[in-house]
């Protein structure tokens, strides 16, 4: 049985199918992570989501799939260059919205040590702290108001983790680091507006993981998001978005083989570098 963790997908779901064929993937024996990011701005965002519900695969939510369900439910936030409203017009797509919501922040299996989550935790987050956080947003989004958490969960503030943030300011926060989160400060103050990869930031910022005193580095995480930082293993972290819809690989990690076993597939590139999130 061979467990992958694969990379933002964005809607490139003819790679998807041909990094599986080179995997040799079974449903039968084989399991699939995704760390998020599964919809959007590839050419097939509805393709993508019904392979991935389908399969009933283990995934967490990234950005661009909170911003389909924002979008399906508040029209003001739809964008030009977004590819969803192929979901939203399907008609299986009320039932596919909902089961997005219904997914984590967060995935941790005990078994194998690893935790995935699509972008970043500040370096005040062990853990407990981060399984804490992510069910506080998950509660509401699964809950029936979730729609007013959609309506408020955008926004680069608060930029600083406290225990006394409430509301809308706490879930926002959360919801950032989890779902957005690149670089921090020495004391955990989010910086979104950076997206460039490292090196091409101000000083006295580093990427959430480079911190030192951080109190997730005895974790092993599983992240995409950062399709500028490209491919990276080391220091308890493995990155997995290394850029398919840019015209880079769509990459796919084995978990079951130690060292974990990275298999990629080159992408033809569904978009222009410079139009990330």
Same mark, same amino acid.
């Given at each position: ?44 965002? *509805?393709?993508? #989501? /019904?392979?991935?519900?389908? !399969? ?5 939510? =990234?950005?661009?799939? &909170? %911003? ?28 596919? *919205?909902?089961? #997005? /919501?219904?997914?984590?922040? !967060? ?5 194998? =040590?690893?935790?995935? &989550? %699509? ?159």
């Amino acid at each position: 049985m061979g467990v992958y963790a694969i990379g933002d997908l964005q809607g490139c779901f003819d790679e998807l199918e041909a990094l599986l064929d080179k995997i040799g993937f079974d449903p039968r024996h084989d399991s699939l992570w995704f760390a998020g990011d599964v919809v959007n701005r590839g050419p097939k965002s *509805l393709q993508t #989501l /019904r392979f991935v519900h389908k !399969l009933n695969a283990t995934m967490v939510l =990234g950005n661009h799939d &909170l %911003h389909l369900l924002a979008s399906a439910h508040i029209p003001r936030y739809r964008k030009h260059k977004d590819t969803l409203e192929q979901i939203m017009r399907a008609p299986d797509g009320a039932e596919l *919205l909902d089961w #997005l /919501r219904h997914q984590p922040l !967060l995935h941790h299996d005990p078994h194998s =040590g690893y935790t995935m &989550l %699509h972008a970043g935790l500040p370096p005040q987050w062990d853990l407990e702290a981060a399984k804490t956080h992510a069910a506080e947003v998950s509660r509401v989004l699964r809950g029936k108001n979730y729609a007013d958490f959609l309506q408020e969960m955008y926004g680069n503030h608060p930029t600083h983790w406290s225990e006394s943030l409430e509301h809308w300011d706490r879930l926002r926060f959360i919801t950032n680091c989890f779902t957005r989160l690149r670089y921090c400060d020495t004391n955990g103050h989010l910086a979104l507006e950076y997206k460039g990869p490292p090196g091409t930031q101000p000083k006295h910022l580093k990427p959430w993981f480079e911190w030192p005193h951080r109190k997730s580095r005895d974790m092993k995480i599983l992240f995409g998001h950062w399709s500028t930082l490209g491919a990276l293993d080391g220091a308890g972290v493995h990155a997995l978005d290394t850029g398919c819809l840019w015209g880079g690989q769509l990459t796919a990690l084995r978990l079951d083989t130690q060292p974990p076993q990275r298999i990629e597939y080159q992408c033809p590139g569904a978009a222009r570098p410079g139009q990330e999130q």
